[in-house]
């Protein structure tokens, strides 16, 4: 066993920094507690869920409109991020019952 003999003053220093760190990374802890973990999907989670082919989804990818992450060579989504785009995609398509039907014959 090694004994280390050091000032009172660099020990108190050294509790006193220990006892910051330990304070912010309760903080820190408690800011986090309430929140969930994002929920993240892989492509075929998406292509399955918007009933889109592979090629669909990087198209929206490329173009900006399916926002991505990549992780050792495996692209992912926020979930968040595809409710959005879907919702945007069925916001987007005509109603049945807003469109009017004409009769050519009048």
Same mark, same amino acid.
């Given at each position: 066993?090694?004994?280390?003999?050091?000032?009172?003053?660099?020990?108190?220093?050294?509790?006193?920094?220990?006892?910051?760190?330990?304070? &912010?990374? @309760?903080?820190?802890?408690? *800011?986090?507690?309430? !929140?969930? +973990?994002?929920?993240?999907?892989?492509?075929?989670?998406?292509?399955?869920?918007?009933?889109?082919? &592979?090629? @669909?989804?990087?198209?929206? *990818?490329?173009?900006? !409109?399916? +926002?991505?992450?990549?992780?050792?060579?495996?692209?992912?989504?926020?979930?968040?991020?595809?409710?959005?785009?879907?919702?945007?995609?069925?916001?987007?398509?005509? !109603?049945?019952?807003?469109?009017?039907?004409?009769?050519?014959?009048?």
């Amino acid at each position: 066993m090694e004994i280390v003999i050091i000032e009172k003053k660099a020990f108190e220093d050294f509790i006193q920094t220990v006892e910051y760190f330990i304070s &912010r990374i @309760t903080s820190m802890d408690a *800011r986090t507690e309430d !929140k969930q +973990p994002e929920q993240w999907l892989d492509t075929a989670d998406v292509c399955a869920g918007l009933q889109l082919d &592979r090629r @669909t989804v990087y198209s929206l *990818r490329e173009q900006g !409109k399916l +926002p991505f992450s990549q992780f050792q060579h495996r692209v992912y989504y926020k979930a968040k991020d595809v409710k959005a785009l879907a919702d945007g995609l069925t916001a987007k398509s005509p !109603k049945s019952e807003d469109t009017e039907i004409v009769n050519p014959s009048k």
